[in-house]
């Protein structure tokens, strides 16, 4: 047995056997201050300044011994009971012993402490007692009951040799001792940047981290630094809120609830490439959240710049450490907000939740329904949120909806609407930390359960892990009022209302734009109105104002604008409201910006009036046009007069104002006693067609009396065509036939083949050279044809708008051709029926035919 020491040797306040001196026991002091600061320490003369930094230099020194002495004392307690325990001894007794070894060691007790904590305490991974199963717990029962027994048989030795386990290694044990030892420390730790202190200071079997951060996490999911080790100050603020960055390892480690463990410089900076550039870089690096219980408080991560040595053990019992930290930042926070958010459900104790006590008082004053919603996970997937507390207002929205309020759920409230937005919206918030506004979401009651269809905005933030939704309901009113506000922009109006007895108007937002050119205000002014009118028609809005509010008479004027609204005009509507008395309380109305209405009315009357004038000119011109080809087209009487040859024509102009073709056909008996058989079709319409072709005409009568054959005729024309009419062209066919040998010589320029009827009806197309339109090559030539015609034939010369394309394609010119098939010849009326309907001529296009019958 150890002799006890007397009370005399014992000093410092507190619990007995707490604090014994010793030159290797207590903590060091600093020396006392030399110079004139000592001699102020003691009581000397020295300056205010310099005796003042003394003491706060002593004082601190004390502080700095008081604390390690106190995350000290429960090591040195646990070995004093394992001494107790082992040995036998009084707990006195079991200090005194702790004293002997470290003074023949040379050791600090604080390091023998830890030394024979180590070699009993258990492995931090290892299960508790009271989570081992039925065989190991029986188990653990009979020894202790085997270990009583045999106390009570046999007394204890004096003193017993220390035991050690035999599947412990030297190694592991002062792994365990340090573990010890620094949890001890971290449970006196008084603040955060202190628990940061110790794990960056306390002589460990592994070297100390060379920069360490503790964060706390905010409802927003972004981390708050609270406590560092190793980093410079003004880095520190730069860091002391950390947003939700996945390119960050600390925000991986808190959101995916997991350690990282990061070695080598590479490969910290291959999975996190911004690492390179952080102040907690480094060879080795550990992120890590830390949890209390089921809730995550946060997160820590520590830098090693030479990195820790190989081993999973070392590894395992550094991780170990964070548990303690975990806990003593949990006691820290003692915050009841926090608590009410981290309340688990099912823990009893002897007073109410926080949260059944602040919680409501603050979420049921809000006028919309309101509930927080904890994540709902099945084998680590997000799949629901349930309704942890919900509002009044909530609630009723629930039981509408046929949902029991007490065990709602997001899906089970809105299974279409939660499922395809509401829960992919929060389960990205609840990862990035963003707020979310959700505007026009509709509830439709066929899907989602809701009594009616429902227009819904909802706006919700992340608190920590759960997400609080704020939603409101958009009632008739609400839709009727942006249905207001749409029409009043898409009209261009603005409403008011005045009541008299008030200083200023009260004004749609419509109207605040349309006086303030839209820019954001607050109201129209009332001492600008005057100024926003126009000088001319100001004593007239006066006037009309004075019969509304003195007369009670409505108010219509249009008034152009100045100042704010200058270049502008406005209608003005407006009607009085009476009050009990039959005198005018208030006005309101609306004001129209009428500008662009005014504008294109001004542009439509200036545009009847073009169009007026342009109808005029069309109309005479189209007199014009009609009275030059009726002088043109030859009358029946001088179709009659032609020797040899029966005649007859038609041409027909569409009945549309302003439109004349340049059509027309010609028959003119030579001296010889021929005829000269003329078809022509000008491009264009109108008066100036028509003048050309009356030249063309002409032109030709001119040239047949020359006796130039058809050919020559067609060359000359096109010669003068394109000398004189370089803006026109012309499809023209001339033929000359001699009654004595009943020759037609013919020759055509861009118009089709004459059509030849026997007697019997047959038809053929006349085969010959057709040449360009008139007026496209100067220096054309072209050629005749000539055919001999029997008694009885007929020839049939036409124009129309799809005569040219039809004879290259054939369709509608072979039911030309067969025309004697279904018609009857004689009948020049029908001829021509049967022409348009063959060629499908639309009504507003011209046609010209001629119809050549020899006797």
């Known amino acids: 047995m150890v002799a006890k020491p007397s009370g005399a040797g014992r000093s410092g306040a507190g619990p007995a056997g707490q604090a014994r001196p010793s030159t290797s026991a207590a903590p060091t002091q600093p020396a006392a201050p030399a110079g004139p600061a000592a001699a102020a320490a003691d009581g000397g003369s020295a300056e205010p300044a310099e005796a003042l930094a003394a003491l706060v230099a002593k004082l601190r020194a004390e502080l700095t011994g008081v604390r390690t002495a106190m995350r000290n004392r429960a090591v040195i307690e646990q070995a004093k009971g394992v001494l107790v325990e082992r040995l036998g001894v009084s707990p006195d007794q079991g200090f005194d012993q702790l004293v002997r070894l470290s003074q023949r060691t040379n050791i600090k007790l604080i ?16 299960p508790d007692v009271v989570n081992l199963i039925d065989d190991e717990l029986r188990q653990h029962v009979a020894r202790s009951r085997t270990r009583a027994a045999a106390t009570s048989e046999a007394p204890a030795p004096a003193v017993e040799k220390p035991r050690r386990r035999a599947s412990r290694t030297p190694e592991v044990e002062a792994l365990q001792s340090q573990h010890q030892l620094l949890s001890a420390r971290i449970a006196a730790a008084r603040g955060y940047d202190e628990i940061a202190e110790v794990l960056g200071t306390a002589p460990t079997a592994w070297p100390g981290p060379s920069s360490i951060m503790i964060t706390l996490l905010d409802p927003d999911g972004a981390q708050r630094g609270v406590g560092t080790y190793g980093i410079p100050g003004e880095v520190r603020s730069r860091w002391s809120r950390i947003p939700p960055d996945p390119a960050l390892p600390l925000v991986v480690a808190v959101q995916e609830v997991e350690a990282i463990w990061l070695v080598g410089g ?50 395992r019992y550094v991780a170990a450490l964070l548990e303690p930290v975990a806990r003593q930042i949990d006691t820290l926070i003692g915050d009841e907000i926090a608590s009410a958010w981290f309340h688990v459900e099912g823990e009893e104790t002897a007073q109410a939740a926080p949260a059944q006590v602040w919680l409501p008082t603050v979420v049921d004053v809000l006028h919309n329904p309101a509930a927080l919603l904890s994540p709902v996970t099945v084998d680590g997937q997000l799949v629901d949120f349930r309704v942890e507390y919900a509002n009044v207002m909530a609630r009723q929205v629930f039981a509408a909806a046929r949902v029991d309020p007490d065990e709602a759920t997001l899906l089970a409230a809105y299974p279409t609407l939660g499922s395809t937005t509401l829960l992919p919206e929060f389960a990205r918030m609840l990862h990035d930390g ?22 819904i905005s909802v706006h919700a933030v992340r608190l920590w892990d759960r997400v609080f939704a704020v939603w409101r309901i958009a009632t008739e009113a609400d839709l009727l009022y942006d249905q207001l506000l749409q029409a009043e922009r898409i009209a261009g109006v603005g409403s008011f209302c005045w009541e008299l007895r008030d200083p200023e108007p009260r004004c749609s937002p419509e109207l605040i734009r349309l006086f303030h050119g839209g820019r954001d205000a607050a109201g129209v002014p009332v001492d600008e109105l005057t100024a926003s009118v126009h000088a001319d028609d100001l004593l007239a809005v006066q006037d009309a104002v004075r019969r509304t509010v003195v007369e009670g008479k409505n108010l219509l004027a249009e008034v152009r604008g100045a100042g704010r609204v200058n270049g502008r005009r406005l209608r003005l509507t407006a009607e009085p409201l009476f009050d009990d008395t039959g005198n005018v309380y208030a006005v309101r109305g609306t004001v129209q910006d009428v500008t662009e209405e005014r504008a ?21 011109e189209r007199r014009a046009a009609q009275a030059l080809q009726k002088a043109l087209l030859p009358t029946d009487p001088e179709l009659g007069h032609m020797q040899g040859v029966e005649i007859c024509g038609h041409c027909r102009s569409p009945e549309r104002v302003g439109t004349v073709d340049g059509d027309w056909f010609d028959a003119t008996s030579l001296p010889d006693g021929g005829t000269i058989l003329v078809l022509g079709d000008v491009d264009d319409r109108g008066l100036s067609s028509m003048t050309t072709a009356a030249r063309l005409r002409y032109a030709v009568r001119a040239y047949a009396a020359l006796d130039m054959p058809p050919g020559d005729i067609l060359s000359a024309v096109n010669g003068m065509l394109c000398a004189m009419e370089v803006e026109h062209t012309a499809c023209l066919v001339v033929a000359r036939y001699s009654p ?14 004459p059509v030849r009827y026997t007697a019997a009806g047959q038809g053929t197309v006349l085969s010959g050279p057709l040449g360009l339109p008139l007026g496209e090559v100067t220096e054309m030539r072209y050629s005749d044809t000539m055919v001999t015609l029997d008694p009885g034939d007929r020839v049939l010369l036409y124009t129309g708008g799809q005569a040219r394309v039809d004879r290259r394609r054939g369709g509608g010119l072979d039911l030309v051709r067969r025309a004697g098939e279904h018609i009857d010849l004689s009948d020049f009326d029908a001829v021509v029926t049967h022409l348009v309907t063959s060629l499908n001529i639309p009504d507003d296009e011209d046609v010209c035919a001629m119809l050549v019958h020899v006797p």
């Open 434 to 455: 963003q707020p979310r506004r959700l505007e026009g979401l509709r509830a439709d009651p066929r899907t989602d359960g809701v009594p009616a269809a429902q227009t």
């Open 740 to 753: 004595a040998t009943r020759e037609l010589r013919w020759a055509a320029a861009g118009q089709v083949a």
């Open 600 to 620: 294109i009315e001004a542009r439509l009357r200036r545009a009847e009036e073009a169009l007026a004038a342009q109808r005029h000119r069309l109309a005479d």
């Open 266 to 315: 590479e490969e910290v900076t291959r999975r996190f490439p911004v690492m390179d550039q952080l102040p907690f870089s480094g060879d080795t690096v550990l992120a890590s959240p830390l949890i209390s219980g089921e809730r995550v408080l946060g997160g820590i991560i520590m830098s090693w710049a030479d990195g820790l040595p190989d081993g999973d053990e070392l590894r």
């Open 111 to 126: 390091e023998v402490a830890a030394a024979i904590v180590g070699t009993t305490s258990p492995d931090p991974d290892a």
